[in-house]
């Protein structure tokens, strides 16, 4: 059954590649004993021919990954407007930045291009990355502008609310502004009302 992940050319590239990493250790784990024993006894030919076949075997399963990294290598730099170097039309012409395969078929970029292509990407990110952070900067400030400047006509539309009075409980506020004592109400009944004229003896009778 067809894995469905695969759809997701992503995807289908990584468990292609982890594949290949599979193979390619397979073809050590059977060439390179061979080639052990063929030193051992000395037999160069037979050396030379068991790396031989191991080289091409080992090409033909991994150019295929190189290949894909390499695509998706220059798809990365033109997206960042680097120029990428022209990739031969035929099999017979000569490239400094490019290599066929002769297991696969495969243009391959140069260990050079492939590392110069990498240098100018992260250069270019990091361009792009300041930029995109100075404009971010840029937004949030004029956002938090904008939201302390409606917080503060919030404010101004509100009713003023009445303070309570400073003054401690029993006490109020008199006409100089003075916090002064309020007496018990009895108390103030007591001396608001006036004193009662003395009462005077009546005269003795003659």
Known sequence: MKNPFRRIQRIADWLDDRTARQQDRKLRQHYAPKVAEAEKAKDWNR?????GEWHFESDTVLDPVYARKAERLTAKARKYGIT???RPTNYDQQSDDWTLSNASGDWLLTKKTEQQLRRDIKIESRASYDEFRKWATLFFA???SALAFLSVLSKQKQPEQKQPDPCSRNYYRSDAGDCVFALPQ????????????PVQAAPKPP
């Open 186 to 197: 009895k108390d103030a009944a007591r001396q608001i009302q006036p004193n009662p004229p």
């Open 142 to 144: 004029v956002v938090g």
């Open 84 to 86: 990428v170097p022209p």
């Open 47 to 51: 050396r030379n021919e068991l790396l």
